[in-house]
Nanobody
Framework: QVQLVESGGGLVQAGGSLRLSCAAS???????MGWYRQAPGKQRELVAG???????VYADSVKGRFTISRDNAKNTVYLEMNSLKPEDTAVYYC????????????WGQGTQVTVSS
């Protein structure tokens, strides 16, 4: 079972930047990784994803501002967040998943990001 630990959240002013990290307990070489977020009263949504091969996908709301990357040697995935807006305020969750007979999925505990106006 893969354990995921997020870090890097915090309070930042609008226009500022944060870098989230997600450290996995074992190799992520063959695992697709992603960042999701959930704001109060809203559903959890995909922010950015990166496949085991390095392909990326972003929510329209963060394109051009957020960058997801991975360091397989460190078993870590990052989310660089720039030009932050108050609407980016949410709990950010790291996700890992791969497909065998069915989808195997793991979640981190989440890290709070608060953007003040």
């Amino acid at each position: 079972q893969v354990q995921l630990v997020e870090s890097g959240g915090g309070l930042v002013q609008a226009g500022g930047s944060l870098r989230l990290s997600c450290a996995a307990s074992e190799s992520i070489f063959s695992i697709n990784m992603g960042w999701y977020r959930q704001a109060p009263g809203k559903q959890r949504e995909l922010v950015a994803g990166i496949t085991s091969g390095g392909s990326t996908v972003y929510a329209d709301s963060v394109k051009g501002r957020f960058t997801i990357s991975r360091d397989n040697a460190k078993n870590t995935v990052y989310l660089e967040m720039n030009s932050l807006k108050p609407e980016d305020t949410a709990v950010y969750y790291c996700n890992a998943h791969y497909y065998g007979t069915w989808k195997i999925e793991y979640w981190g505990q989440g890290t709070q990001v608060t953007v003040s106006s």
